[in-house]
Nanobody, 124 residues
Framework: QVQLVESGGGLVQAGGSLRLSCAAS????????MGWFRQAPGKEREFVAA????????YYFASVKGRFTISRDNAKSTVYLQMNTLRPEDTGVYYC?????????????????WGQGTQVTVSS
């Protein structure tokens, strides 16, 4: 089992920045690919970013590429999502998730473990 706890969400104006953190406990963190997803009211959960076990490869949803950066610190068992130039359409609950492997990384069902989520609200 892996337990994931997100933090860092909040209310920010458009154009602002936030840094989300996700602390993991349980099985060795470095075994897992980590992903960030988000869900807006009335919409399906969507992929935001993913990072491989050693940080060697990162993947982004097209609309966040160049604005968001995913990173990880295996010594601290933590994955981060730096979000810059935020837009109102970035509003939603942000979840971190963990899985083995990287195939089909944008698909939520491929992730075995999930955090409880943190709310991000971007005002216009």
């Amino acid at each position: 089992q892996v337990q994931l706890v997100e933090s860092g969400g909040g209310l920010v104006q458009a154009g602002g920045s936030l840094r989300l953190s996700c602390a993991a406990s349980g099985r060795p963190f470095s075994l897992y690919t980590m992903g960030w997803f988000r869900q807006a009211p009335g919409k399906e959960r969507e992929f935001v970013a993913a990072i491989t076990w050693n940080g060697g490869d990162t993947y982004y949803f097209a609309s966040v590429k160049g604005r968001f950066t995913i990173s990880r610190d295996n010594a601290k068992s933590t994955v981060y999502l730096q979000m810059n130039t935020l837009r109102p359409e970035d509003t939603g609950v942000y979840y971190c998730a963990a899985r083995m492997g990287i195939i089909d990384y944008p698909i939520p069902d491929k992730y075995a473990y999930w955090g409880q989520g943190t709310q991000v609200t971007v005002s216009s």
